[in-house]
């Protein structure tokens, strides 16, 4: 079960990824997601660098509410990591597809903005949730922030995105609408999305701007990606 998204406002930038001018915001926020079945960096090739787990965070998160806690946060030099299930986020700019009556958990908001002052669209824009800061783990701690870059793995598929919204302190695994349906996995914010199998790793210290810039993330991603699974 899905538990509804906080927002939480963002936090100061880290590294800036490129940028796309002014010019190019809109028709950048309405290109489809990018996906990579293989691409510059075969998924298998990012799921064998993230095998081993050493864990940065001091406990141990649930997939939702009444299941056990047992997934960790883990870390390297250049990225945080973790296994988990992907539950349905449709918050943020209503649509056809997210909206109130298509959710019965929807919130207007995300916890992060676009350049112009609205909140994103789930359905639109790939992005995954991280958990709200607690004495589990501190995202913003690991240089993770409102525009961090993330792969996103789930069978032969890689998709890039960015971190668009806070979650519940103690539940982990979510993603949006597009995120979603990019992997091959049910969108569907009443029933969709999959219990277990979905790898996402976050880049350390890095950040699209604007957030909406999915061309961005995905160039940027691209080249983390290459030298994350290139580093020994």
Excluded at 33 to 61: H, I, M, N, T
Excluded at 73 to 78: A, K, N, S
Excluded at 197 to 203: A, K, L, N
Aim: contains cysteine; charged residues 25%.
């Amino acid at each position: 079960m899905r538990v509804q998204s906080l927002t939480l406002a963002a936090a100061s930038a880290a590294l800036l990824a490129p940028t796309t001018p002014p010019a190019m915001e809109h028709a950048t926020a309405r290109t489809e997601p990018v996906v990579r079945r293989e691409g510059k960096v075969a998924a298998a090739d990012l799921l064998a660098r993230v095998r081993s787990c050493d864990p940065v965070s001091r406990g141990r998160y649930r997939s939702d509410d009444g299941t056990a806690a047992n997934i960790p946060v883990c870390g390297t030099p250049e990225a945080v990591f973790w296994k988990a299930d992907m539950d349905i986020d449709c918050d943020g700019r209503p649509g056809s597809r997210c909206n109130r009556r298509t959710d019965p958990l929807f919130s207007d908001a995300t916890a992060f903005e676009q350049s112009d002052g609205r909140y994103l669209s789930a359905e639109r824009l790939p992005y995954i949730v991280v958990p709200a800061p607690s004495r589990i783990w501190d995202h913003r701690e690991h240089g993770v922030r409102g525009g961090s870059v993330a792969a996103v793995v789930y069978g032969d598929r890689v998709q890039y995105a960015v971190v668009g919204d806070v979650g519940p302190g103690h539940i982990i695994g979510e993603a949006s609408y597009a995120t979603a349906k990019s992997l091959g996995i049910r969108p569907d914010p009443r029933g969709g999305g999959t219990p277990s199998g979905v790898t996402y790793i976050v880049f350390r210290n890095t950040k699209v701007k604007p957030i909406e810039d999915h061309a961005a993330a995905v160039a940027t991603g691209e080249r983390l990606a290459e030298l994350f699974v290139q580093r020994k």
